[in-house]
């Protein structure tokens, strides 16, 4: 998924900003978010989660995700 969340970022780079996330090296951030498994996906607009998912997603549903949630 590593590829494929990188193209995203690339083609977006104007709409959202994907930033990645050490969990091993971030574990205070991985308790404040609930983060229990790989990958999950936290949109946030404006400083604030505003949806997320998991899994392996197809890149067009990806971005949809993304867009529904900043909009």
Do not use: C, S
């Not at 229990?36 to 404006?46: A, E, S, T, V």
Request: no cysteine; charged share 30%; hydrophobic share 40%.
């Amino acid at each position: 998924m590593v590829p494929v969340v990188t193209e995203i970022a690339l083609e977006n780079k104007d709409t959202f900003i994907v930033a990645k996330l050490n969990n091993d090296e971030n574990r205070e951030t991985v308790g404040k978010f609930g983060i229990r498994y790989q990958p999950i996906y936290i949109i946030f607009k404006d400083g604030e989660e505003v949806g997320r998912f998991g899994g392996e997603t197809p890149k067009a549903a990806f971005v949809q995700n993304v867009l529904d949630a900043i909009k």
